[in-house]
């Protein structure tokens, strides 16, 4: 099916409120891990949201020039074509823009879809991510109000980081402390600044002890509950329904079953994938070089085996071994069945 418009992107984010459930969305470098992605949401009829950050932007363009807008319109470009052949609805996300990359990343790719709306378009780009968590909250929450007005305007949806995710991702990096958990009080501040969706819609990466990429048990605490918490604080100040607000789940890597059906619970209904889908896939490529060494190398003056060394040969099973990571996630997160085709 097609990449989703703006419309089908808010109906899917509501379903997902609605019933209960996230979708998985997963980080991703190449078309080879695209297509992987896209697999995967098939195999499990969910849909999903596929995203890329500004370092694997960079990658898209080229590892030898600096052109990460470019490369995100080329991503963007590929999914949108390719994304017709599947039988599920993606969006399309920018993950982790940081303050020194909006002016190469968000903000030209905004334009570029404030272009394609003139025309009478759809945005190229259903949501993107300002990632204030390393500047002070004042500051984050003004940047984020310039944003949403035009995020807005191209009927897209404008993700705010409230709180700071520890270890590293694509160049911004944060202790692992005591600020890792969002208080209430910043949530406020949060939407005395950007409101409750009347001045256009957003979705809130809260903390709740999140760190990206690979810990051991013991090292983080999640505290899921906390969300839940924060949500009731916030409808009793404002008199709204439960969970008023939509959720993200950074930094998932190694949590538990119980701590993402929580964070679900309590009103989360994106969660990002990005560490343990590049394991799947790398691990899948060692196995299958490691498994036939003799047939990838010229071993002792032979000629190898094609078949083996090509890379759509081991292409193709990483691809698989990520689609599979893609599956297990969309059962974790209860997206699994509820696609929209």
Known sequence: MPVATPDQYAEMLDKAKKNSFAYPAINVSSSSTINGVLQGLSDAGSDGIIQ?????ADYFAGQSVKARASGALAFAAFVTEVAKNYPVTVALHTDHCPKNALDDFV????AASEAEVKAGRNPIFQSHMWDGSAVPLDENLDIAREILPRMKAIN???EVEIGVVGGEEDGVSHDINDSLYTTLDDVIATVEALGLGDQGR???????GNVHGVYKPGNVKLRPELLGEIQAGIAAKYGTDANPLDLVFHGGSGSTDEE???????GVIKMNIDTDTQYAYSRSIADSVLSNYAGFLKVD???GNK???????????AESALALRVVEATKQLGSAGHSSK
């Open 107 to 110: 903000y030209p790719l905004i």
């Open 260 to 266: 993402i059906a929580t964070a679900v619970a309590n």
């Open 307 to 317: 078949k083996i060394y090509d890379p759509r040969a081991w292409g193709k099973t």
């Open 301 to 303: 003056g032979e000629v």
């Open 52 to 56: 890329v950050t500004t370092g694997g």
């Open 156 to 158: 897209s949806i404008l």
């Open 202 to 208: 957003y979705i809130a990466a809260l903390t709740f």
